[in-house]
């Protein structure tokens, strides 16, 4: 493991600095987007006494985990490891890492807890916190909160694709189908957009076998370009490999 950005400890008195300043610069539209994030590719993780809680980002790209790091003011790491893949594969990953851990952990997972969709992550969150938070009805989550959620969602567990010239098709994969109905359903009302959702694949894991499911949603000059022009504002997708695809399909119009 390679420390590439070192942070200071937690004290008492350096924690009480930070929150103090995060809770003034951090607001619903950040919440939503870290909780794209959790949601997709983040961990939530109750630790014992020795190791205690524990909330990252571990990605093959450095950019949103170093946005991480950055902003809630942790080291960034990177780090090789021998993993197996879901079909048993043995392969080497290369990984940048954020990890945020004890009454940091805590505190971040209370105020992202309320824009996490998936129920699987909520149990985890949950579990860390030790009791079941609040979460925003769906309902009731404004446009903004579900553009820089979904711009976050799309960076973790989405692709392009280019159908044809002038034409883009976004992916979104989950084995949790629920939860990619539950995208459609606030992506649809949100920006009037229209989607698919289906089933994709049968995959073997270590744990059994599991389904894989797709969401996705066309981008032409006659279909959803609006929703497709939104994800390229600032401050919307974290990874710019992904948001440079949707430029260029805009570009083409």
Same mark, same amino acid.
């Given at each position: ?45 109750? %630790?014992?006494?020795?190791? %205690? ?13 170093? @946005? ?9 790491? #990177?780090? +090789? ?9 043995? &392969?080497?990953?290369?990984? #940048? $890492?954020?990890?945020?851990? %004890? ?8 105020? $992202?807890?309320? &824009?996490?969709?998936? +129920?699987?992550?909520?149990? =985890?969150?949950?579990? @860390?916190?030790? =009791? ?16 820089? &959620?979904?711009?976050?969602? /799309? ?23 629920? #939860? ?21 694949? /049968? ?9 894989? =499911?797709?969401? &996705? ?26 948001? =440079?695809?949707?430029?260029?399909? /805009?570009?083409?119009?």
């Amino acid at each position: 493991m390679t420390v590439i950005i070192k942070r200071p400890k937690q004290t008492n008195e350096r924690n009480k600095d930070f929150f103090k300043r995060k809770d003034q610069e951090l607001t619903n539209l950040d919440w939503a987007k870290w909780g794209g994030w959790k949601d997709t590719d983040g961990h939530f993780r109750k %630790g014992n006494k020795r190791e %205690g809680n524990t909330v990252g980002l571990k990605l093959k790209d450095r950019q949103p985990v170093e @946005l991480f790091s950055e902003t809630f003011e942790t080291s960034l790491l #990177y780090l +090789e490891h021998q993993t197996t893949a879901p079909n048993g594969t043995k &392969y080497t990953a290369k990984e #940048y $890492v954020a990890i945020i851990c %004890g009454p940091k952990a805590v505190w971040f997972t209370k105020n $992202v807890y309320p &824009y996490l969709i998936k +129920e699987e992550k909520k149990d =985890y969150a949950a579990n @860390l916190l030790g =009791y079941r938070p609040e979460s925003k009805d769906l309902t009731t989550w404004t446009t903004d909160e579900v553009l820089h &959620y979904l711009g976050t969602a /799309i960076d973790g567990d989405g692709s392009f694709q280019n159908v044809r010239d002038k034409a883009i098709k976004l992916n979104i994969y989950s084995s949790d189908v629920q #939860y990619l109905a539950d995208l459609q359903s606030i992506a649809e009302d949100k920006f009037k957009i229209t989607s698919g959702l289906c089933e994709l694949s /049968i995959y073997k894991t270590q744990k059994g076998m599991k389904t894989k =499911y797709v969401l &996705y949603i066309y981008g032409s000059i006659n279909c959803n370009t609006g929703f497709f022009k939104s994800l390229t504002k600032n401050n919307i997708m974290t990874l710019d490999r992904k948001k =440079y695809k949707i430029e260029k399909f /805009i570009s083409k119009l």
